[in-house]
């Protein structure tokens, strides 16, 4: 992953396959040391019943250890989901007709067959998409004045390339399996590249589409500074999204 010249596709898809392998290969232990356990009356080897009967003596503390952490996660996991819910249905405002106009034109060239609504919020302070079925992009309404025209199309436009990737279910899968393999690092680097990538193939495709890219960093870093200074209304669930990055031209499709 340290590798540059890597494109950012290609890492984005390994580091979510990797992701997806230890979910099943995870399953697969699980299930096969159950078997075994269950099995074990059969054996007639001493030492594998000593092994079995430590396994017994151990396994409970393990499961309340696992199943109590496990818990905290999902409370943590349920607190974001209801503020994504509030974020998603409350402090709308209509956005204007050209934006609305944009996204609509957009959407039919990139092939997006859903109906995507586009909102201003007063409780985001970076662009952000929810919902699969019925896809919303909600922009900063406190930030989008401080863009040009073409700024935001190419705001517009990144938030589109993750409803046409479907990252909204991806991002949710992904995160309910870091959710359950909370104790494995490897899980959790996995998880955090997933999530980088992920942003920076959309980038791409803002690029890809011929917008200046200096006027997108640009549009970035002015989203990225309003960000800062609305630090103490953090709190809900586009909170993590970092969308500061410095990109070179590659290619996502």
């Known amino acids: 992953y340290s590798n540059k010249k890597l494109p950012t596709l290609v890492k984005y898809q390994l580091s979510l396959s990797l992701i997806f392998i230890s979910a099943i290969w995870f399953g697969f232990t699980a299930l096969e040391n159950y078997v075994q356990l269950t099995a074990s009356?059969?054996?007639?080897?001493?030492?594998?019943?000593?092994?079995?009967?430590?396994?017994?003596?151990?396994?409970?503390f393990v499961a309340v250890i696992y199943f109590g952490m496990l818990c905290f996660h999902i409370y943590q996991f349920v607190r974001q989901y209801l503020q994504l819910r509030f974020v998603?249905?409350?402090?709308?405002?209509?956005?204007?007709?050209?934006?609305?106009?944009?996204?609509?034109?957009?959407a039919?060239?990139?092939?997006?067959?859903?109906?995507?609504?586009?909102?201003?919020?007063s409780h985001v302070d970076v662009p952000s998409v929810t919902g699969f079925i019925k896809p919303v992009i909600l922009l900063p309404a406190a930030v989008i004045n401080h863009l040009s025209?073409?700024?935001?199309?190419?705001?517009?436009?990144?938030?589109?390339?993750?409803?046409?990737?479907?990252?909204?279910?991806?991002?949710?899968?992904?995160?309910?399996?870091a959710l359950i393999l909370f104790f494995n690092?490897?899980?959790t680097l996995l998880n955090a590249i997933a999530k980088k990538e992920r942003e920076n193939c959309c980038d791409d495709w803002v690029?890809?589409?011929?917008?200046?890219?200096?006027?997108?960093?640009?549009?970035?870093?002015?989203?990225?500074?309003?960000?800062?200074?609305?630090?103490?209304?953090?709190?809900t669930g586009t909170k993590n999204k970092k969308i500061l990055q410095t990109h070179e031209p590659r290619t996502c499709d």
């Open 108 to 121: 039919l060239h990139l092939g997006i067959k859903k109906k995507v609504q586009v909102w201003f919020s």
């Open 88 to 106: 998603s249905n409350k402090g709308l405002l209509k956005a204007p007709a050209d934006i609305r106009l944009f996204t609509a034109t957009t």
């Open 207 to 235: 690029i890809n589409f011929r917008y200046n890219q200096k006027e997108y960093a640009r549009a970035l870093l002015v989203l990225e500074e309003q960000r800062h200074q609305q630090l103490r209304l953090a709190g």
């Open 149 to 177: 025209t073409d700024q935001v199309n190419a705001i517009l436009l990144h938030e589109l390339a993750h409803i046409k990737r479907n990252d909204f279910l991806l991002n949710l899968l992904q995160s309910l399996v």
């Open 41 to 60: 009356n059969i054996t007639s080897s001493p030492h594998w019943i000593i092994q079995v009967e430590l396994l017994n003596q151990i396994l409970p």
């Open 185 to 187: 690092p490897f899980v």
